[in-house]
């Protein structure tokens, strides 16, 4: 049987147009494949009880998506040449083995549903794996928080010394911004997480649909209820996913650039495993840290991610335009990139070394100021007073540090609030759906 396209009335389309028009579609769509199995799969159950397809014929249907679906899960899927796209291939492949039956499956939806339904059902995966390793992170970065938190080192503002830091209060900042970071991806899921099937073109089908039905076959949290917005959906879903990505791909970048900064000779305040590093072609004594360079490269590509997404879509008015088409070659690689820099930023901060002693070098003496600044205030000097003095002090080179500190309120060196950062993380976590969709897909899968 001769692959046909799905909006195919006999007329040949000129192959450079087609060539054009195409794309990276039969690239990019791989990777939606059992997503788009999935969705056929809820899609012909709802459509037997509209009785567009029979109690005999469903039973085939759903086997023959069971075994593309295998095939899509053992990375056998393949779209043949002269077939347009994903959803193109899955028909083609049941009515190879059904005859006209696998030709019943597109009653009542569209391509720009179909693709709407796959890109949610593939990003809210992603979405998962992302959270997962972000939350491996976060612990990590909280172990490593709880065991440094009595190791000083300096803070800094404006790249000079300020006041005393600690590597609990590095590691466990960064922790933080993590949990802060997984509070939009959450947002991010519950925006993914809503069904357009049904929507069909944008302006729904005569057909006797229930989407409700679908919606809970899928797992979704509900459904994406005007079907002109579930169009405008499309770029929309990808752009705050994007945003969500970008957020978590900013704090590693941030630590990134800390890592980098602070593994050098003039810092030398953190060692990198020598495994993690790389050497120079002419100077014998380099480690470099490249990870951390191409980590913090690759998650500033990330944050461009959002404005790519946004001028593709941001001129387009209601109704699906082919524009959105070229999202799919941006987004969809994004996620492995970012997956990639969490699991090389988790190896290498589980495996880091501090400096214990770094401020008994003298060159940071006068990061103590404040607290002597703040011991005399707390004895009676009125403190614009203390200030003055301390400064005149350090002035005259009669400035000698008290390195004694002692910082007891939230969130200070003596007081991390880990556990409170921690209580952050698991509430988010928490709010994810992630066991509702698990449970709908295996039983769909399994036809239960």
């Known amino acids: 049987m001769m692959a046909q396209k799905l909006w195919d009335k006999g007329k040949a389309t000129d192959a450079e147009i087609e060539k054009f028009t195409v794309g990276r579609d039969r690239e990019m769509d791989v990777y939606l494949a059992k997503y788009d199995v999935l969705g056929s799969m809820a899609h012909i159950k709802m459509l037997s009880t509209i009785d567009l397809i029979g109690k005999d014929e469903l039973p085939l249907l759903l086997a023959e998506l069971k075994n593309i ?82 190791i000083l080192m300096p803070g800094y503002t404006h790249l000079q010394i300020a006041m005393p830091s600690s590597f609990g209060l590095w590691f466990g900042a960064y922790a933080e911004s993590l949990a802060d970071d ?9 925006i993914t997480n809503r069904n357009p099937l049904g929507s069909a073109a944008g302006y729904g089908s005569s057909f006797p649909l229930n989407r409700q039905m679908t919606t809970d076959l899928l797992g979704f949290d509900s ?64 480690k470099n840290p490249d990870v951390f360079e191409l980590t913090r490269a690759k998650c500033n590509k990330i944050q ?83 200030y003055k003095k301390v400064g005149l002090d350090i002035e005259n080179g009669n400035f000698v540090p008290n390195k004694d500190i002692h910082h007891t309120h939230e969130g200070s060196t003596g007081n991390l609030c880990n556990d409170k950062i921690s209580l952050l993380m698991q509430n988010t976590m928490d709010s994810f759906t992630f066991k509702k969709v698990n449970d709908a897909e295996k039983k769909l899968i399994d036809n239960k």
């Open 69 to 150: 679906y295998k095939l899509a899960e053992e990375g056998e899927f393949v779209i043949e040449d002269g077939v347009e796209d994903v959803h193109s291939q899955v028909e083609l492949m049941l009515t190879r083995k059904l005859g006209d039956l696998g030709k019943k499956i597109h009653s009542g939806r569209s391509r720009n549903d179909q693709v709407l339904l796959d890109m949610k059902l593939y990003s809210r995966d992603q979405i998962k794996i992302i959270a997962q390793d972000t939350l491996k992170l976060f612990n990590i970065l909280i172990h490593q928080s709880e065991e440094h938190k009595n």
């Open 304 to 386: 461009t991610l959002p404005q790519q997404i946004m001028m593709i879509m941001n001129n387009l008015p209601s109704g699906y335009f082919r524009d959105l088409q070229i999202i799919k070659e941006i987004f969809i690689p994004s996620f492995e990139e970012l997956r990639d820099c969490l699991k090389m930023t988790c190896h290498i901060m589980s495996e880091i070394k501090v400096k214990e002693d770094i401020l008994d070098d003298k060159k940071y003496d006068y990061i103590f100021s404040v607290e002597e600044v703040n011991r005399l205030a707390k004895n009676g000097m009125p403190f614009r007073d203390a």
């Open 223 to 286: 459904m994406d209820y005007n079907v002109v917005y579930a169009q405008m959906g499309r770029g929309k879903m990808e752009k705050t996913v994007a945003f969500a990505m970008a957020s978590i791909a900013a704090t590693i970048s941030k630590m990134a650039f800390d890592a980098c900064m602070f593994t050098s000779q003039n810092f030398g305040f953190i060692k990198l495993p020598d495994e993690c590093t790389t050497g120079s072609s002419i100077m014998p004594h380099k």
């Open 182 to 190: 997984m509070e939009v991806l959450l947002a991010a899921w519950k």
